[in-house]
């Protein structure tokens, strides 16, 4: 089973930055997608960032010019640069991975979440 395991999360001012990272970790296990999605209270878990295996990237509208993807296909790991954060960016933020087993089809997996929190 893959295991993701994510960092990075917390509080800061409005203007502020934060950096979150996420591993994967699976034995013969190929990656394909990786990004961030976020779930605000009372809210529908959208799409924030995603980048493909050659490199790629997707961003919400929201969070253009303000965040940056990127990943280390060695590492297996994906990175997210949130930088000029805003009290709406107020989320759980989760870890997306899509990848397969040799022996499997595609699958979309999720990590724990981290929650990110924009206040002054």
């Known amino acids: 089973q893959v295991q993701l395991v994510e960092s990075g999360g917390g509080l800061v001012q409005p203007g502020g930055s934060l950096r979150l990272s996420c591993a994967a970790s699976?034995?013969?296990?190929?990656?394909?997608?990786m990004g961030w999605y976020r779930q605000a209270p009372g809210k529908a878990r959208e799409l924030v960032a995603v980048?493909?295996?050659?490199?790629?990237?997707d961003y919400a509208d929201s969070v253009t010019g303000r965040f940056s993807i990127s990943r280390d296909n060695a590492k297996n790991t994906v990175n997210l640069q949130m930088n000029s954060l805003k009290p709406e960016d107020t989320a759980v933020y989760y870890c997306?991975?899509?990848?397969?087993?040799?022996?499997?089809?595609?699958?979309?997996?999720w990590g724990q979440g981290t929650q990110v929190t924009v206040s002054s």
């Open positions: 997306y991975v899509r990848g397969f087993y040799p022996w499997d089809r595609d699958r979309e997996y």
């Open positions: 980048i493909s295996s050659g490199g790629s990237t």
């Open positions: 699976g034995s013969m296990f190929s990656i394909n997608g």
